[in-house]
């Protein structure tokens, strides 16, 4: 069984990359803001012609935003990716299996695990399965694997839950303009302060947990285990960073004139991205267009778009592109080293 599994499995990440390749063409051409003649233009024209049109289409939109931007926005990005590998690290950490895999092998996951599971969205079973194929090659079990993801994924939700406190301390304002969207988001300033006061309750409570030792808690067959204290320290540290990169691409490439600063941007991310991956939309499309919309009115509608474009091209597409032949050359030495025929004893 296990013979047969060394080649399923090889075969599964070439259908993820034919997949992958598949849905990023979809993207670029979304991103193009092809109307009905453009539509029509392409599917007459040959590959190399529909990527040209395609690429004018989205440079066109960037145009107006400044080479510097780009610059800070490359930079955020690298920022946001090294800390979603930190998440990888703490949690390798927490099971106390990081000696012998180094700092590379762990980036080169995590970035492929994200530039997956951002895209493609369902990010547990999408990222499970990068991270299952990449972990259990470095002698991780399933169950550890699966520990590993639970982390990460909850490092994401200290993070967020950690900063959208902050934001609804200091500018608890960012929820009127939302009003228009949900009933929800229909309350006072100090309702929306006082929501920010139970989030860090939430994470002070965490932190005491793991400080004194709490018996683990037991939700019917869910067990959670209070990580040790030095990994929520570092917990503290990697999910704000990487939150914080995140938002800077699209901070950098708003511009100067009706920017309302960076934690309004930071808050109007956490909610939209947020509701993104609740809503498996991959990429948040349409979601964050309509929260950064509400949440700014001051910041010109296409300028906004270029922003989130941009957010896009750096966060979501450009490290899609990069993820492939990384995915193309694992199943390749995988499938090289089931192949090989063990000599004679």
Known sequence: MKRY??????????????????LLWSKLKAEAGTDAAIEA?????????????????????????????????????????AALAWYDRIAL???????GISWFYISLCSFVTY????????????GGMVRYRAYTAKGLTAAEVAVLVALCSFTFAFGTIFLMALVL?????????????????????????????????????????SWLRFKPLRIGKLEIIYPRL????RQYLAAPLELAGAAGIIYFALPEQGNPGFLIVLGAFLLSF???????????????????????????APAVFAALLIWRLFYLILPLVFSLPIVLAFERAQLKRSTRIAPPP
């Open 169 to 209: 301390l200091y500018e608890p304002q960012i929820l009127r303009p939302l009003e228009r969207m949900s009933r929800w988001f229909a309350i006072g300033d100090s309702t929306a302060r006082m929501i920010g006061i139970g989030m860090l309750a939430f994470v002070a409570l965490y932190t005491i947990g």
């Open 5 to 22: 599994l060394d080649y399923l499995w090889p075969i599964i990440g070439l259908v993820a990359v034919v997949w992958s390749v598949e």
């Open 41 to 81: 233009l392409l599917e007459n024209a040959s590959l190399w012609q529909s990527i040209k049109i395609i690429a004018h289409r989205i440079g066109h939109k960037i145009a107006v935003i400044p080479p510097e931007a780009f610059f800070h926005a490359a930079l955020a990005t690298l920022v946001a990716y």
């Open 230 to 233: 030095r990994i929520v320290a």
């Open 274 to 300: 947020s509701a993104g991956l609740l809503s498996q939309v991959p990429g948040g499309v349409g979601v964050m267009e309509a929260v950064f919309l509400a949440v700014m009115p001051g910041v010109p």
């Open 93 to 99: 950490i927490h099971l106390g299996k990081e000696k």
């Open 115 to 126: 530039a997956l599971s951002h895209n493609i969205g369902a990010s547990v079973f999408s």
